[in-house]
């Protein structure tokens, strides 16, 4: 799944690896005109997807076959991140738009998947706190929901049971965002402060989670999308992650938070735009 912006437009395609095709999806109005960051993520079945939209999210089937519709209506931004593996629970965190007090919060909604469609209950919240929380996301057997939160200062790592027993866990030390636990195995992934994918072995005794040391899976950083979305995804097998890379050679160094300083800028614009 690719999501891409152009003249202010949000655009959405299906790639397909075996084939080597590229099939674009019709978007409605409330989607592709969103202003602010589009994000988009699979059902289990992967037979639909959940689109952030302008007042809510929606959904859409993956073949392509009709526009994006209406499955939550909110009037804060509403960014899906994780199903649940059984496909029953969306988790996704909602924000102010134009970034209202609060900052982000964590809520999960029920949904129901017929294979035609897609039906949501009533949203609740995950749990409640005053600092801002992003990203929760399902480990592969959904016992557990790890997310990022500003509850110490810095953006950290922190992983809670499903459903939520008020127990927590710091995952993280010296900052992390976007995690993603491996679709099969007991590992969590996440972005340290540098943009390198971080990973993290655990196992669970009982309704302990009980995690090691952080190491690197590969000091080697990738592009980055801030820390509000994720810019690498787990493969579905297990065997890899998929991820935006930084340009390789001379470009390198212009990355997106890059900044050209231009001196004398007027005596620059003369030059070019000669004065009637």
Same mark, same amino acid.
């Given at each position: 799944?690719?999501?891409? %912006?152009?003249?202010?437009?949000? =655009?959405?395609?299906? !790639?397909?690896?075996?084939?080597?095709?590229?099939?674009?999806?019709?978007? /409605?109005?409330?989607?592709?005109?969103?202003?602010?960051?589009? &994000?988009?993520?699979?059902?289990?079945? $992967? %037979?639909?997807?959940?689109?952030?939209?302008?007042?809510?999210? !929606?959904?859409?089937? =993956?073949?392509?076959? $009709?526009e994006p519709r209406v499955l939550t209506a909110?009037?804060?931004?509403?960014?899906?991140? /994780?199903? /649940?593996?059984?496909?029953?629970?969306? =988790?996704y965190y909602e924000s102010a738009i134009g970034g209202g007090p609060g900052g982000a919060k964590i809520w999960t909604v029920s949904v129901e998947n017929d294979g035609l469609q897609l039906r =949501?209950?009533?949203?609740?919240?995950? &749990?409640?706190s005053s600092s801002s929380e992003y990203h929760p996301t399902f480990s592969a057997d959904g016992r557990w929901l790890a997310y990022t939160s500003a509850e110490?200062?810095?953006?950290?790592?922190?992983? %809670? /049971?499903?459903?939520?027993?008020?127990?927590k866990w710091q995952i993280s030390s010296?900052? $992390?965002f976007c995690p993603l636990f491996a679709r099969r195995g007991s590992e969590l992934? !996440?972005?340290?402060?540098?943009?390198q994918v971080m990973v993290v072995s655990y196992r669970a005794v009982g309704?302990?989670?009980?995690?090691?040391?952080p190491r690197f899976w590969t000091e080697k950083p990738i592009a980055s999308l801030g820390t509000t979305l994720w810019s690498y995804d787990t493969m579905p097998d297990g065997s890899g992650i998929a991820g935006l890379m930084l340009p390789e050679g001379p470009q390198q160094q212009y990355g997106r938070n890059h900044v050209i300083v231009l001196q004398n800028f007027l005596d620059h614009l003369r030059r070019i735009v000669p004065a009637r």
């Amino acid at each position: 799944m690719l999501l891409s %912006r152009e003249n202010g437009a949000v =655009a959405l395609s299906m !790639y397909d690896r075996r084939r080597d095709v590229m099939t674009p999806l019709t978007l /409605s109005e409330a989607v592709s005109r969103l202003h602010g960051a589009p &994000f988009a993520i699979w059902t289990p079945d $992967g %037979r639909f997807v959940v689109l952030r939209g302008k007042g809510g999210m !929606y959904w859409m089937r =993956a073949d392509s076959a $009709g526009e994006p519709r209406v499955l939550t209506a909110s009037d804060q931004f509403q960014t899906p991140t /994780s199903f /649940s593996p059984d496909g029953k629970t969306l =988790a996704y965190y909602e924000s102010a738009i134009g970034g209202g007090p609060g900052g982000a919060k964590i809520w999960t909604v029920s949904v129901e998947n017929d294979g035609l469609q897609l039906r =949501a209950h009533d949203p609740q919240r995950f &749990f409640q706190s005053s600092s801002s929380e992003y990203h929760p996301t399902f480990s592969a057997d959904g016992r557990w929901l790890a997310y990022t939160s500003a509850e110490t200062g810095p953006l950290q790592i922190w992983v %809670r /049971s499903w459903p939520d027993t008020g127990r927590k866990w710091q995952i993280s030390s010296n900052g $992390g965002f976007c995690p993603l636990f491996a679709r099969r195995g007991s590992e969590l992934f !996440y972005l340290n402060s540098d943009g390198q994918v971080m990973v993290v072995s655990y196992r669970a005794v009982g309704e302990e989670f009980i995690p090691e040391r952080p190491r690197f899976w590969t000091e080697k950083p990738i592009a980055s999308l801030g820390t509000t979305l994720w810019s690498y995804d787990t493969m579905p097998d297990g065997s890899g992650i998929a991820g935006l890379m930084l340009p390789e050679g001379p470009q390198q160094q212009y990355g997106r938070n890059h900044v050209i300083v231009l001196q004398n800028f007027l005596d620059h614009l003369r030059r070019i735009v000669p004065a009637r």
